[in-house]
T-cell receptor
Framework: DGGITQSPKYLFRKEGQNVTLSCEQN?????MYWYRQDPGQGLRLIYY???????QKGDIAEGYSVSREKKESFPLTVTSAQKNPTAFYLC?????????????FGDGTRLSIL | AQKITQTQPGMFVQEKEAVTLDCTYD???????LFWYKQPSSGEMIFLIY??????QNATEGRYSLNFQKARKSANLVISASQLGDSAMYFC??????????FGSGTRLQVQP
């Protein structure tokens, strides 16, 4: 079945540590996205990529980094510069980036600070 | 900048009744898309319905319909014949000029038996 796979489901980070969240899709979608969700709030855009080897910052990119070396993969690294990383992280993809293209989401990764 | 407003933090509805979840948006773009997503307690985001800014008819998908009033910049979600499984967070979202979704703060719907 086609879909978006995020791993791990739960992740714990120590102070000063970088961690990487995985996002893989087999939908053959060009566009991929990372969102952050804090408790009781909506989603905020971290980074997005419209095509391989290209990505743009979203509203809250500071303290995060991404890469898009393959169409199927869009990993997110939470760096030690992100001082408040505890949140629910959602990866999404769409066929292309466009006003009439729904985004399909993975099941998310919950990141906590040890 | 794009802004989505959902003014109802929480809503209650009796099973089998209809419920309307409010959403207003603020954009200067002529071409835009409006989306509704459902988020159960497990966390995944489920796409429900889409409305394009040039669509003249309101979108419908099964028990979901979107009451689109362009002049008022509103895109309310109507759920007919509510079911217990409809209990979840519901998010309104719109495509920005940056080609990524902007989300509202959500409405928590609780369906009561």
């Amino acid at each position: 079945d086609g879909g978006i796979t995020q791993s791990p489901k739960y992740l714990f980070r120590k102070e000063g540590q970088n961690v990487t969240l995985s996002c893989e899709q087999n939908l053959n979608h060009d566009a991929m996205y990372w969102y952050r969700q804090d408790p009781g709030q909506g989603l905020r855009l971290i980074y997005y990529s419209q095509i391989v080897n290209d990505f743009q910052k979203g509203d809250i990119a500071e303290g995060y980094s991404v890469s898009r070396e393959k169409k199927e993969s869009f990993p997110l690294t939470v760096t030690s510069a992100q001082k408040n990383p505890t949140a629910f992280y959602l990866c999404a993809s769409s066929i292309v980036a466009g006003v009439n293209q729904p985004q399909h989401f993975g099941d998310g990764t919950r990141l906590s600070i040890l | 900048a794009q802004k989505i407003t959902q003014t109802q933090p929480g809503m209650f509805v009796q099973e089998k009744e209809a419920v309307t979840l409010d959403c207003t948006y603020d954009t200067s773009d002529q071409s835009y898309g409006l989306f509704w997503y459902k988020q159960p307690s497990s966390g995944e985001m489920i796409f429900l319905i889409y409305q394009g800014s040039y669509d003249e008819q309101n979108a419908t998908e099964g028990r979901y319909s979107l009451n689109f009033q362009k002049a008022r910049k509103s895109a309310n979600l109507v759920i007919s014949a509510s079911q217990l499984g409809d209990s979840a967070m519901y998010f309104c979202a719109a495509y920005t000029g940056r080609r990524a979704l902007t989300f509202g703060s959500g409405t928590r719907l609780q369906v009561q038996p």
